[in-house]
């Protein structure tokens, strides 16, 4: 351990108030406070009360007295003793003076149990045994994470029950020394200099043995602890300053009561719209969390002389209204710019406006003389929600907007942007555009805490810890469509929601995993048993419709189940593969068969032919435009668990190609209208046929395999056709080789398999024999083709014959057919 | 380890809490110029109440400059009262809030003495 490592808790002064913690004087001060209170106001209504008030008086100021002294002694304690002055921080420092009250006891604990058992040093789980034992606080931390308090206080106890020693000494072993450097830091990054018990708990939650073992029983880690001692040490603050009423911070909530009287009256906008401001002081003003850049941007902007207004762009669901309750809250707390502060952000029912105006012209009047009042109150903020929709008031706005004293703030998507409000150059001239991030995880936990000690309430469910986090996973992983904080928020009520339904008392994560997979259609979470043997077999369910082909099968199984166990380093994609290989040999098939066994159905394949994407100017139509639908890009927003099939790929115009590097070296892509399209849960196969004369060739002069895909990049990269860049990307390339005799029989079989499933069905038993899967081979096999006749001969050959023969009732239910393979008429 | 206990008390009752209480009693004065918006109100003590205004006509129009002239002028009046009303409720509150402040910082200085004196007064009644 570090040798600069001080560490002496008699010498810190936080020692003093541990040893006076002690004393009953300050021990129970609290209660004597609250006994001799009660007893002057007992003795207080009889001195009213009687004829002989002498003896009474003289009780009452006895008690008052003592109530109040244990009251001044209570405050002294806690505001005095319990947080001593402390040291700056420096290397060589004791570090116990970093103690608070309750760390110190614990420590103090564990070094009387020390020294009792003589042991040699103060071992770490005698730390934490005495953190969990006499905290109540903890709870908190234990109940949410749905860990058990009492089977981990039970194991370190029988631990340090088992510990024997000679000779006692006051030093702390190695792993004490990395709990309390440890918790200092976690303390630090907390923005607080005092160590407290949930900062203990946190580091060692990274060090302890017996405790990361039950962090593992239920799928938690030591930053989740670090999230949960955040959590609670926030809430205490919180209850903390409220308490402080004569503070700036509290004081200043009351508002103003004469700020508004210098404005002007705003009678008609009264009328329709919202006073966010109001709503914020009922509210009790909520903690605004994320967003931080955006909204001192907007708050810049609005404090400008000139071009004040604000068009905030955003997509639905990333915050951009919350950023709203931010602006009006600190405006009205003054928080904000000088030029902001205490204006009143009021938010234009512009829906509702036009509704009861009946029709435009008439909305228009009323809006004139909203805007007019606007301007001539000298305080207000305008907000408008849904811009792009109401560009039909852009000649009543427009005149106004150019005024310095009527700022709005403009709401609207990328998309509402692209779409309408670019097309008015002049009215986006008078905005400064904000663009609106989505917030990060960490921000949306934050968020999803608060709410739900507001849904526990309405609920009377109780939300776990778990829940929450693998709310906020399962929604960045498969919700990519929607923005966080909304996301995340809406399927946390969906959840509880159905918890409350199935009248349970506590929301876990498998909730979580069953409401996930209802909407996905993906299941979700602990792997079930069929879909790890689906996963395990992959390979074969796959031959169950592809005949040979075992390295492209292999490698595609592979990066699947990867996928699925969540081991893949990679960024990109789920899986992304090139195949290579003359025509008819399985490409499409192989994509086809994956789409149904993993995504459970062909229909969650999104099929492109690339042929169709030659000129520059068609990467519009593949990633949609102001105006125009990307054939991409909308297709994997609606639906991201799908495979992407990009069917003859090297005839792409070579800038489609290049949108397809990011794609899959980051999983993601902007779509033309300036959205971030997610493809992290797509499967990518992209076709091609190129150089297959080098596989023929091959063939022929029986090269070794190996060397043949050497033969093919090489061929491949001599003629331009793909980038080096470009096929690096993928996680494998595939070559398919030509079908083999024994391969086209076993081809045949398996289309004849299905002709003979379908007329199982109508009772009639088909035959097949080696000589019509032969024949069938043979007809169907075509070197520039590959297999790709093959269903066609079968279905003019055989399936018309069956045909007409059931329809003229040749062959009835039962009966058993045969086809001469050389004449193709039933045999009887 | 800390200094002597009593020392620390008589520092924090009579050094360390009444700057706090004097603190707090700072925000309440402040809070009471910010509630009651005085310097603001005192700025605009003669503008039209609620920014009514009305505007001059162009042209020689005596009765309607006149009409206009006393409108603006009954609008300022207006503001003028009602500011001047508000404006002795924040004075009035503030000068409460400047006693109270008063009484609370030096009872919390004398409020040890009185305690003694109540306790022994108290048992001396009693016994």
Redesign the interface.
Known sequence: MDSQFYFNL????I??AVK?GKNPVFRFARFFRKLFFILFAFFFFIFLNRSFP??F??????????A??FW?LE??FN???KK?ELPVYREGVNLAEFLSLEAAEDCWEAIKFSRKKKLPEVPSEALLYFALKNNKEVNFIFTRALLYLNGLKNDLRTYLDALKGEKFEEILSPDSQKVILAALQTAQERGSQRIEVGDLIVSQSEIDPIFKKYLMAVNLKSQDIKNLSWWLANLKNKIEERKKF???KN??K??????N?????TLTLDQFSIDLSEMAKRQGFPDIIGHKKEIEAIERILARREKNNVLMVGESGSGRKSIIQALAQRSYL?DSLKEVNYKRVVRLDLASLINQAGNLKAAENVLDAIFNEVA???NIILIIDEFHNFLEISGVISSYLALPNFPVVAITTFEGLHKNIERNSSLLGLFEQVQVEEISEQETLLLLENLSLFLERKYKIFISYSSLREIIRLSEKYLPDNSFPEKAIKLLDEIIIYVSQKKAKILLPEDVFKIVSDKTQIPVGAMETKEREMLLDLENLIHQRIINQQEAVSEVSSALRRARAEVSIRKGTIGSFLFLGPTGVGKTETAKALAAIYFGSEDKMIRLDMSEFQEVADIARLIGSPGQEGLLTTKIREAPFSLILLDEIEKAHPNVLNLFLQVLDEGQLTDGLGRKTDFKNSIIIATSNAGYQIILEALKENTIWDQVKAKLLDFVFEKAIFRPEFINRFDAVVVFGPLSRENLMGVAQLLLGKLKKNLAEKEIEFVITESLKAKIADLGYDPTFGARQMQRVIQDKIGNVLATAILSNQIKRGARVEIDPETFQIRR | MGQNILFQYIFWQFWESPKNVFNAWQNFLKFGFHYFSLPLLLKTLFSPWRRYRWYYPKGFYPVKYLEVFLSNLISRILGLVLRIFLMISGILFEIFIFFMGFVVFFGWLVLPFFLIWGFFYGLSILF
């Open positions: 008699k010498k810190a002064r020692f003093q006076w002498e003896r008086l003289g009780l009452c100021l006895t008690t008052l007295s003592l109040i002294a001044i405050g002294f505001s005095k003793l001593p004569w503070l700036w004081l200043i009351q508002g103003s009561l004469a700020k009287w210098t404005a002007g009256y003054g001539s109150s000298g």
